[in-house]
């Protein structure tokens, strides 16, 4: 660690000492839009059961009873409840959750209901807790909310509801509440990305963008251009088609959207290996042959294949860090060009715009990175999401340019840099700059982002987490209610970090860098 580092480490040790640790406060996170609790406890009862009388949805696909079913999991990981414990006391029991989900539909779709209200009564004959919500996609949420109030007690052995009553009405603050993994710099194996898809739930989270293929790999199989996958690290280092719909699948039932990502034309040379006459040559490979019939016919069969798969309204195109050097020395694309009578850089517009046609006409919209606005924003297709990830002030340009925003940008919100530290997460702000409430609608919301140049296995949770959290508070939590200095939620941020731990994620401590190990002997809760 540098000097810098050094530095950084002696601040971040002297907010959590002075946090407060020890009060018994308010343990949500990301905290709820409002809560009203009191002081009481209620016991779980050992036949704690989910209820959905007078529901209008019928769960026939049972996504709300899988969804209790880990409630219960989450609450019970830690420590084994005594069914026998001489603590139980019946005026004390709560029984069950009764849950009135008001849509009967359950199609995951952009921009849906998300919202919810809990109570927990501190009284009844018998204590029922009730959750409403529109979707049951808004009940997951509040599940996950219930999850946070329920506690282990060592003298009783009893699973604990404290500070009953409870009244919490929630929503989110923004629609899109992103995390983005790149499979390409590395491989994810499937219960990895599993793992990270049920971590963020814990944290309202709701985007899962799966970078899925680069420069470097190309692990996804693509049915109608079968070589393609073999710019693979390795034979078993890909995903079938199917693989790719299990993911999809465990996400939707978890609330969680899946936006897939091919980047063209810039971060495609994996895809010479299976089809050589992509690349403008073998020695100049990059970006991707503008001048090949091919390539765009390559690009459709991929967006078709998705389009059976990845059922999430967008879909992503990159158009990033083009540089179009190959272009003009390869001599068949320099006569393509001249031919055309386009420059480069004009060439560089008409494959984006090209692609973004077979996008839509599948079905899709398309999110761009932001180049492509910074370049040719006036010529993009209206209903293309701009995605920022340059530490420029671009999302009020986005915006006042009437086009939609998600906000990454990389000094304040990309995990792969270990030293954005967690209060930088929690204060990036993505309506920075922007005043006008029209304008501000158009911010879809924002992403954090984890590029996999060192990342496998081995080291993706502890980059996540806890630093992915403190972002996804700013996304959820209505902003009147966010802190204004971070450090007045060290403390809560600090107790969701053990918490996580406790549920098997293995989030880093608060304390210093990105995925910093613990600094000495010590509490959980101080670290
Ligand atoms: C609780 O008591 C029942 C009946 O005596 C017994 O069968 C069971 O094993 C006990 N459970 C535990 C966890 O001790
Ligand atoms: C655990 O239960 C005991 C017995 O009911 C109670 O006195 C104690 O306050 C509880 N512990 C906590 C931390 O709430
Ligand atoms: C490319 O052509 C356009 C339109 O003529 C022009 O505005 C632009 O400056 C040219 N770009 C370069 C890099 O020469
Ligand atoms: C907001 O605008 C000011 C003045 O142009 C700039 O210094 C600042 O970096 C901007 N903030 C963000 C978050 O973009």
Redesign the pocket.
Known sequence: MGERGMKLLGLVLLVLSSAGYGVVGLNIWPMPKSVNHGQQSLLLSKDFALDTEGSKYSDSSSILKDGFSRLLDLIQVSHNVDENSTYYDHSQLLKRLHVVIFSPDDKLQFGIDESYKLTVPSTGNPIYAHLEAHTVYGALHGLQTFSQLCNFNFTTRIIEVRQVPWIIIDQPRFQYRGLLIDTSRHYQPLPMIKNVIDAMTYTKLNVLHWHIVDSQSFPLEIPSYPKLWKGAYSSSERYTMADAAEVVDFARRRGIHVLAEIDVPGHAGSWGVGYPSLLPSPTCQQPLDVSNEFTFKVIDGILSDFSKVFNFRFVHLGGDEVDTTCWALVPHIREWLNKKGLNESEAYEYFVLRAQKIALSHGYEVINWEETFNHFGSKLNPSTVVHNWLEG?VAPRVVAAGLRCIVSNQDKWYLDHLDATWDQFYMN?PL??ITNSKQQKLVIGGEVCLWGEHIDGSDIEQTIWPRAAAAAERMWTPFNNLAKDPRQVTGRLAHFRCLLNQRGVAAAPLAGLGRAVPVEPGSCYKQ
Do not use: H
Request: proline share 0%.
């Open positions: 002030n702000e920075a700059n």
